[in-house]
């Protein structure tokens, strides 16, 4: 089995649908009650998401701007802060699962990504 079977179609749509639930899961979840950076961290992040998604050189960009590995490097970036908030916010439960599980998701999903076609022209 091939490691790196997302295409960077299939990446875009990630990108897209994390983003969208970035922006909602803190609400769903109730995020917010050991600090309430924690429900503005992730909401600002999937703004964030969406706006470099459509900024990326692949299927799904608009503006195509960013080079797709430049795009999976801003991926790495995020995941490694995703992985400090809880220790720099002092967040306990739910608030630190979400954003463990999201840093390791975003490894994962850069990780798994194929780079044989970096990007669209």
């Known amino acids: ?3 790196r079977f997302l295409s960077s179609a299939n990446h875009g749509i990630v ?5 969208i639930a970035l922006i909602i899961a803190p ?3 109730k995020l917010g009650g050991s600090n309430p ?4 961290i992730s909401v600002a992040t999937g703004i964030i998401v969406i706006i470099v ?10 503006f195509k701007l960013i080079p797709f590995d430049g795009h999976l490097i801003l991926d790495l970036l995020a995941a490694t802060s995703f992985m400090f908030v809880p220790v720099l916010l002092k967040l306990e439960g739910i608030e630190e699962a979400y954003f463990y599980i999201n840093a390791v998701t975003v490894y994962l999903v850069v990780a798994v990504t194929a780079t ?3 990007s669209v022209n």
């Open 1 to 3: 089995m091939k490691l």
């Open 27 to 29: 609400f769903i979840l």
């Open 37 to 40: 950076l924690a429900l503005w």
């Open 53 to 62: 998604s459509l900024a990326t050189k692949y299927q799904y960009g608009v």
């Open 116 to 118: 044989d076609s970096l």
């Open 15 to 19: 990108d897209y649908v994390a983003g």
